[in-house]
């Protein structure tokens, strides 16, 4: 069975500062993604990033970026120029890609609560 | 498209009671999902299903039960309703190959009295 951890309950920074959530993760696995979804208070559930294993390159969505350490089994998001509505809580999830092709779903972290301050 | 569809967005229940939460998608996804959120933790496992007519455990499968007649629709449903069933409920789907992602519906708030 996988786990993911992620030990920060809370953050809060300063409107266009730079914050980094951590993410770390335990499997056997060898072959599985990892993803960063934003749940703001509308309760969606909204993909901000995903990562797979076999990739090297860390993955980037406009200020949103990945620092993937697959060795130390890291997975931590970085936030540039934070905005007002980037509040919102970030689950850090992982999916194993298994002959089902990851039919049996994700393993969510207990989340970050992120806030931005004006 | 309108994606995921879940109904009712808020229920309250007796303890005992009965009820069915409806999951649609629209997006012909052969995978489909359904997760719990419990206050201040991330989202857990209920069910899921690789097709129709095909259904398996996850992690946290007890008080539920689910079917899946069409590709389009995944139904859960809870027995006896028991307090610890209070939670946010959110159905998902996803593509067998493409990129992976899994589609959230918004939710369904049930608070078991």
């Known amino acids: 069975a996988q786990t993911v951890t992620q030990s920060q309950p809370e953050m809060s920074v300063q409107e266009a500062e730079t914050v980094t959530l951590s993410c770390t993760y335990d499997t056997s696995e060898n072959n599985y993604y990892l993803f960063w979804y934003k749940q703001p208070p509308s309760r969606q559930m909204i993909l901000v990033i995903r990562?797979?294993?076999?990739?090297?390159q860390n993955a980037t969505e406009n200020r949103f970026s990945v620092n993937f350490q697959k060795a130390a089994k890291s997975f931590s998001l970085k936030i540039s120029d934070s905005q007002l509505g980037d509040t919102a809580m970030y689950f850090c999830a992982f999916m194993k890609v298994g002959s089902g092709g990851g039919a049996d779903g994700l393993t969510f972290g207990k989340g970050t609560h992120l806030i931005i301050q004006p | 498209n309108a994606g995921v569809t879940q109904t009712p967005k808020f229920r309250i229940l007796k303890i005992g009671q009965s009820m069915t939460l409806q999951c649609t998608q629209d997006?012909?996804?052969?995978?489909m999902y359904w997760y719990r959120q419990d206050p201040g933790m991330g989202l857990k496992l209920i069910y899921y299903?690789?097709?129709?007519?095909?259904?398996d455990k996850g992690e946290v499968p007890n008080g539920y039960n689910v079917s899946r007649s069409t590709t389009e629709d995944f139904p859960l449903r809870l027995e006896l309703a028991a307090p610890s069933q209070t939670s946010v409920y959110f159905c998902?789907?996803?593509?067998?190959?493409?990129?992976?992602?899994?589609?959230f519906g918004p939710g369904t708030r049930l608070t078991v009295l």
């Open positions: 299903s690789v097709g129709a007519g095909i259904t």
């Open positions: 990562q797979e294993a076999y990739k090297q």
């Open positions: 997006m012909n996804h052969n995978y």
């Open positions: 998902a789907s996803r593509d067998r190959g493409g990129i992976n992602e899994q589609f």
